[in-house]
């Protein structure tokens, strides 16, 4: 009774509507979509914390979940209230204040159900009056934004194939779209959007097509039926053009192409469609018959950038092939790219793009030694683009691996890879911070690392690039030069993504880390 | 909702083809070489792409090791197989028939088998050569000795007697995963000479040859060499060859606990 009374006391904060509109003119006292405003730009127009105060930054309160799962969400913040995803689809609200949770919302993952990975969650929408979360069991659930309570519950796949979710969804105005897992299990990949205040499902992109269906002649045989091209990273959205644009998966099986001969349409693909109807407006494929597992998945950033003399509506991409792509919003026509890290693979990209590929590339019974990795140049974890530095920043890595091609048997449920992968002896797995001209993808500047970091960047108005490292050092560079300019080893690996807002009028940031959030304020 | 969830767990464990009523045995019961082949094939597909295809390990752990610590039995690495380990990355194999499971178990548990040898060589004067050229100054066996180079007490089970030799003549021939020397000098001008025991983008952890251990942050330091590939442990090339066979047969019958 006596701490009801002490709860009762403090001055709480009450959420309120997070509208479409709030989203898309993306105040910067909130985090209220998975990149931080619809072009995933992962930049905060905040600049109390900043290049010359950031040494003050401590941290002000940590929240540990229970789970001994990779701890891999991406928070959202509304009012004053922090919403975090946890493994298996859980989540809590905040109060960012105290860091005291108000409410949880628990998710039992059915037993039995596998995906490729351990059970992540990368984070949850907001619309309305409302909090969407997708579950690894291939669930989508909107919970009452002031209680937690569930409203309702979709079941978007059969988690018994191999479908899962881990990625965020995304709100659209009164929709909300969700990417699925599950490229390891000779899946058909798709995407799809629900009503917002139903959960009746609006529509579905097929991210491989059927037979009759355009695309379809790019699988040889029967190899379409088993094709992946998962969506499992959240993607992008145009407001003025009402396009969405969402990254896809690797084609299955993953190192054995022998029998899914042609481009594999929609795989390693990013997909541009329509926010109303699902319909596809433009396509890009990255990685045509890839047989290495560098899904396209990665954040694609909507900006302007001057490219060959003229400013443009863009899309800036960083692969896991290790190429990094500037495409034009409207059309996806391909303007500029080339490698960012570490490759052996293609020898370039020709006027379209696509790249050329150099001999002894493709995986083989002995093992074939290429860099990338199956890791990539990068991966999940989020780029971020600064327009006050016009600098496009990424985790980079630059190993290398064997690829080994076996035999793939499709049966449902299992595993669908056709070989598997070895490290190099003896050599290390390294990486930097990178931070790019948008434009042509030629290196400003790097900040070196001790390993590359499964985590993304965030820069910020502050002249800041906050990141992190996989020994668990959350840090912040200097936007214009990469300095390092303050650190914090926070005792587990970091493997997510960083945001920041006001919280009561002082700016934090937040970043999962072990399996804990952690959130800095200044040293007052 | 929470009928739903019992039914969706009733369902999917009857698509797990787990046999709730399944009593299993503490040996595996389908072990023999033709079993041991289809699991090969089975773990090729769906195992080796984080465990490596000589269960050398890599996203996964490594299984080309006498102990495993999740399925020190048979029984133990079936349900491994089957049900994955919680908390980890480890899925389960659900879509494995119990057959299957166990051929995957038998062909696990034949990369971490390294047969007895027959080696040339008297094990009992090899553990006195052991003691007489002070090998248990930097390596433990069976809780006793010291802690600079790795832990012998199983190496029997884990390494070829052809390695144990190579390394025996030349350490900085094949050195094991992680290993690495460094050289150091200090803000104050001292020289460090050690392993590194840990190591991030902006720190570093040693400990020096004679047990002593520090912590560093990269930018105070004056000089960091990294001598990759050296190792402080010597050759014995000049060891009469027969008790070289000696020393080899004893580190051969060091295999842990049976």
């Given at each position: 009774m006596k701490l009801f009374f002490a709860i009762a006391a403090l001055p709480l904060v009450l959420p309120g509507q997070v509208s479409y509109e709030r989203i898309r003119q993306g105040?910067?006292?909130?985090?209220?979509?998975y990149s931080g405003t619809y072009d995933a730009q992962?930049?905060?127009?905040?600049?109390?914390?900043n290049a010359s105060n950031?040494?003050?930054?401590?941290?002000?309160w940590v929240y540990q979940i229970k789970?001994?799962?990779s701890f891999e969400t991406s928070p959202l913040i509304a009012d004053g209230i922090m919403y975090v995803s946890e493994p298996g689809g859980s989540v809590t609200a905040l109060d960012?204040?105290?860091?005291?949770?108000l409410w949880k919302y628990r998710h039992d993952v059915p037993k039995g159900v596998r995906g490729?990975?351990?059970?992540?969650n990368r984070g949850v929408a907001i619309l309305g009056d409302m909090v969407y979360v997708g579950t690894f069991d291939a669930h989508l659930i909107a919970l009452d934004?002031?209680?937690?309570?569930?409203?309702w519950d979709a079941?978007?796949?059969?988690?018994?194939?191999g479908n899962s979710i881990t990625a965020a969804p995304l709100a659209l105005k009164d929709k909300i779209v969700v990417g699925m897992a599950?490229?390891?299990?000779g899946v058909r990949g798709f995407l799809d959007a629900y009503d917002?205040?139903?959960?009746?499902?609006a529509w579905r992109f097929w991210t491989v097509p059927a037979?009759?269906?355009?695309?379809?002649?790019?699988?040889?045989?029967?190899?379409a039926k088993t094709g992946s091209a998962t969506t499992w990273v959240t993607g992008a959205y145009d407001p003025d053009q009402n396009i969405v644009f969402w990254g896809t998966g690797n084609p299955?099986?993953?190192?054995?192409g022998d029998h899914r001969?042609?481009?594999?349409?929609?795989?390693?693909c990013l997909l541009a469609l329509?926010?109303?109807?699902?319909?596809?407006k433009w396509y890009f494929q990255?990685?045509?018959?890839?047989?290495?597992?560098?899904?396209?998945t990665e954040v694609p950033v909507l900006a302007e950038a001057t490219v060959r003399g003229q400013k443009r509506k863009v899309v800036l991409f960083g692969n896991r092939n290790a190429f990094y792509y500037v495409l034009d919003?409207?059309?996806?026509?391909?303007l500029a790219g080339k490698d960012y890290a570490k490759q052996t693979w293609a020898k370039g990209l020709d006027d379209s793009g696509r790249p050329i590929l150099l001999p002894n590339a493709e995986p083989t019974a002995e093992g074939t030694k290429v860099?990338?990795?199956?890791?990539?140049?990068?991966?999940?974890f989020s780029p971020s683009f600064n327009p006050q530095t016009n600098l496009f920043y990424v985790s980079a890595h630059d190993a290398g691996g064997y690829f080994l091609k076996g035999e793939a048997e499709y049966k449902p449920g299992a595993q669908f890879n056709g070989g598997g992968l070895k490290p190099i002896p003896g050599e290390d797995h390294i990486g930097a911070i990178r931070a790019l001209n948008?434009?042509?993808?030629?290196?400003k500047w790097e900040f070196k690392l001790h390993s590359g970091s499964w985590a993304g960047v965030l820069s910020t108005a502050g002249n800041l690039v906050f990141g992190s490292s996989n020994e668990g050092d959350f840090y912040a560079l200097?936007?214009?030069?990469?300095?390092?300019?303050w650190r914090f080893q926070t005792g587990g690996p970091i493997i997510a993504n960083p945001v920041t807002y006001l919280s009561d009028g002082k700016q934090q940031v937040a970043i999962a880390a072990g399996n804990s959030i952690f959130v800095f304020a200044l040293d007052e | 909702m929470r009928l739903l969830g019992i039914f969706l767990a009733s369902a999917l464990a009857a698509l797990a083809q787990v046999d709730p009523e399944y009593v299993i045995?503490?040996?595996?019961p389908s072990a023999s070489p033709e079993d041991l082949k289809a699991g090969e094939k089975l773990f090729l597909g769906q195992?080796?792409?984080?465990?490596?295809?000589?269960?050398?390990?890599?996203?996964?752990?490594?299984?080309?090791?006498?102990?495993?610590r999740h399925a020190p039995d048979d029984a133990a690495l079936f349900v491994v197989i089957r049900d994955g380990i919680k908390g980890t990355d480890m899925p389960g194999?659900?879509?494995?028939?119990t057959h299957e499971t166990w051929q995957v178990a038998a062909y696990v548990r034949s990369l971490g088998r390294m047969a007895h040898e027959n080696v040339p060589g008297d094990a009992s004067r090899g553990r006195e050569i052991f003691r007489a050229k002070g090998c248990g100054g930097c390596h433990i066996v069976s809780g006793e000795g010291?802690?600079?180079?790795?832990?012998?007490?199983e190496i029997g089970a884990k390494r070829s007697s052809k390695h144990l030799r190579t390394v025996l003549m030349d350490p900085e021939k094949e050195l094991p995963e992680g290993f690495l020397m460094v050289r150091l000098v200090t803000g104050d001008g001292r020289n460090i000479r050690g392993v590194r025991l840990n190591e991030d983008t902006f720190t570093i952890q040693v400990r020096d040859t004679s047990g002593h251990v520090y912590s560093f942050v990269?930018?105070?330091?004056?000089e960091l060499h990294k001598d990759e590939g050296k190792s402080p442990m010597p050759s014995f090339?000049?060891?009469?060859a027969g008790e070289t066979d000696d020393l080899v047969a004893y580190l051969v019958s060091l295999r842990g606990k049976p």
């Open positions: 105040d910067p006292k909130d985090w209220l979509t992962r930049f905060s127009r905040l600049d109390k914390i950031v040494k003050r930054l401590r941290p002000l789970a001994n799962d960012t204040v105290t860091g005291r949770s490729c990975c351990s059970p992540v934004i002031k209680s937690g309570i569930v409203r079941e978007v796949a059969d988690p018994k194939l599950g490229g390891e299990y917002a205040k139903t959960g009746k499902r037979k009759g269906e355009p695309g379809f002649e790019t699988w040889s045989g029967d190899s299955g099986p993953d190192w054995n001969l042609g481009d594999n349409l929609y795989s390693d329509d926010g109303d109807t699902g319909k596809l990255f990685t045509p018959h890839d047989l290495h597992d560098w899904d396209s919003r409207e059309s996806g026509k391909f860099y990338p990795d199956v890791g990539g140049g990068t991966n999940w948008p434009a042509t993808g030629d290196l200097d936007a214009t030069a990469g300095k390092l300019l | 045995p503490k040996e595996n195992c080796a792409s984080c465990h490596g295809p000589k269960g050398e390990g890599g996203k996964g752990a490594v299984l080309g090791q006498p102990r495993l194999g659900y879509a494995l028939t010291g802690s600079l180079g790795p832990e012998l007490t990269k930018p105070d330091l004056k090339k000049s060891l009469p």
